[in-house]
Nanobody, 126 residues
Framework: QLQLVESGGGLVQPGGSLRLSCAASGRTLDYYAIGWFRQAPGKEREGVSCVSSSGGSTKEGDSVKGRFTISRDSAKNTVYLQMNSLKPEDTGVYYC???????????????????WGQGTQVTVSS
């Protein structure tokens, strides 16, 4: 059974940076596309970014383009989300999720993903 654990969240000032990690256990992530999602209080879950199983394809949501970068490290069985130029509206619980797909496939639609982590809180505030 694939298990995902997010880490790296915290409190950061506007304009700051954080790097989130999504560490997997139980299975290799090599065959899974990984997505990052976030949910703010009272709002629907939003797709932030995704990376294909090969690492060759990525997507970002419009609200984070140019600021967030997703990457994966097969040796560490971990996917990262580098978040720069953070804004208060980036605040929320961030989740990583995994789905089996083609080597070039990824999606920022939550319904496509089967395995989810428990989330890590990101708060952007002065």
């Amino acid at each position: 059974q694939l298990q995902l654990v997010e880490s790296g969240g915290g409190l950061v000032q506007p304009g700051g940076s954080l790097r989130l990690s999504c560490a997997a256990s139980g299975r290799t992530l090599d065959y899974y596309a990984i997505g990052w999602f976030r949910q703010a209080p009272g709002k629907e879950r939003e797709g932030v970014s995704c990376v294909s199983s090969s690492g060759g394809s990525t997507k970002e949501g419009d609200s984070v383009k140019g600021r967030f970068t997703i990457s994966r490290d097969s040796a560490k069985n971990t996917v990262y989300l580098q978040m720069n130029s953070l804004k208060p509206e980036d605040t929320g619980v961030y989740y990583c999720a995994a789905a089996v797909g083609g080597s070039s496939w990824c999606s920022v639609a939550a319904r496509e993903f089967d395995y989810w982590g428990q989330g890590t809180q990101v708060t952007v505030s002065s």
